[in-house]
Structures are given as C-alpha cells and as structure tokens.
C-alpha cells in the first residue's frame, strides 16, 4: 500500500478549510493533519507537524500565504507547498514560484485536478493548475521571472546544446552564456538543466522558445 501523504492546510476562512479537510480526508492515501486560520499559525504547525505536502493560501490576516511561505522554505528548503488560492494574478503566481512554492492553483479547481495536483506534488512535480496555464503567453508566471534572452537560452537547453554552443548561437560569450544558465536555473527554482527545461513546458514558457531541430552556425 502507498504511504498516506499527510496534508497541511493554511486558510483562513474556516468554512473553506472545513469543506477541504472533509474532501481530502475523504480521499484514499490522503490525511489532514492539521488546520491553521493564519501564516503564523501555520509556519508554527508546519515546524512541528513536518507534512509530506502544505497547501497555502496567499491572502490572509496577519502575514500573507508568500511570506508563510518563506518561512516555512527557511525552515525546510525541501518543504512542498502548494499554493491553493483565488489569485490567478501572473503577479501573485510568479511571486509565490520565486519564493519556493512547487506548485500553483485556484480554489476553483475541480476535485479530481486537485487531487491529482496534490500527488504530483508528493511525488516530485510542479503542478500548476489548468486555469493557470490558460493565461496568456505575455502574462505567464514565468515570463514575469525571466528575460526574453532568458527564455532564448531556454530554448537552446530544450536542445541540449552546451554553453559553449549557445554562447555562439546567440552572439555572446560562454562566461555570458553559462550566467544566463545560471540565472534560468535559479529563477525557476530547480536543481539543473533537465528540470530547467520541465518546468519550463509546465509553466508553457517553450512555445516561443528557439525553433526545434535548429543546428549551430558554421564555424
């Protein structure tokens, strides 16, 4: 049998959370562990509870659901947050991304989505809930976190193409180019060029990426 994924919710409007809590507890493999009405309380329960997986809102009393955030990635850089909110702000979404969130969706998400978004989550994932995907290409959370040349380098990581080869294609040097690596890497808050490129189709951000099937300019 899998491990149950036990759950963390932090919201405060109680009828919101209650409904929650009976909805996921209802669900196999899941358990709602504990409840909190605000950021603090629920950096205070994530501290001592330690979920598989938090979800957050973002707008609360007292501190919001980003700054809950930060701290609870302070606590634990491996913390999974969720964030589970009304917000499809591109604003709000690239905020909550930058800060440490894995994964982004709206409190009108269907049950199924949800549920499915929760275990992509515990299992490694990034899940951003279809809605959010749906907003247009200029107004990505992405795009709010990466320079069109970042997006550019983007592509080229699709390709598999090394610093040296995308210092060419774009004109620049390979200390420039393995800076914007750099920078990709760190703005979409993975660990390499592989997960780089992952999140980056789940956030929708390739389509207008380097043309596929692109070769290197003669020597």
């Not at 701290?71 to 491996?78: E, G, T, V």
């Not at 999974?80 to 709000?92: C, I, P």
């Not at 592509?155 to 200390?175: A, C, H």
Request: overall charge neutral.
């Amino acid at each position: 049998m899998p491990a149950t994924i036990r759950l963390l919710l932090i919201d405060d409007h109680p009828v919101m959370r209650a409904g929650l809590a009976n909805l996921l507890n209802s669900e196999p493999g899941f358990s709602v562990v504990g409840q909190a009405n605000d950021g603090e309380q629920g950096v205070r329960l994530w501290g001592e509870l330690r979920p598989d997986i938090c979800l957050l809102d973002i707008t609360m009393h007292g501190i919001d659901g980003i700054e809950a955030l930060r701290r609870i990635r302070h606590l634990s850089a491996d913390a999974r947050v969720v964030m589970l909110t009304s917000s499809d702000a591109a604003e709000d979404v690239a905020q909550a991304l930058r800060a440490g969130a894995c994964g982004y969706v709206t409190k009108n998400i269907e049950h199924e989505e949800l549920v499915a978004a929760i275990r992509q989550a515990h299992a490694g994932g990034r899940p951003i809930g279809s809605d959010i995907r749906a907003v247009d290409a200029s107004h990505r959370p992405g795009n709010a976190l990466l320079s069109p040349r970042e997006i550019e380098v983007l592509g080229l990581l699709r390709e598999g193409f090394t610093n040296n080869d995308i210092g060419r294609l774009l004109g620049i040097s390979t200390r420039t180019a393995k800076a914007h690596v750099a920078a990709v890497i760190e703005k979409l808050q993975v660990i390499d060029r592989t997960q780089a490129v992952a999140r980056a189709f789940d956030l929708g951000l390739l389509k207008a990426a380097f043309p596929k099937g692109s070769s290197l300019p003669a020597r």
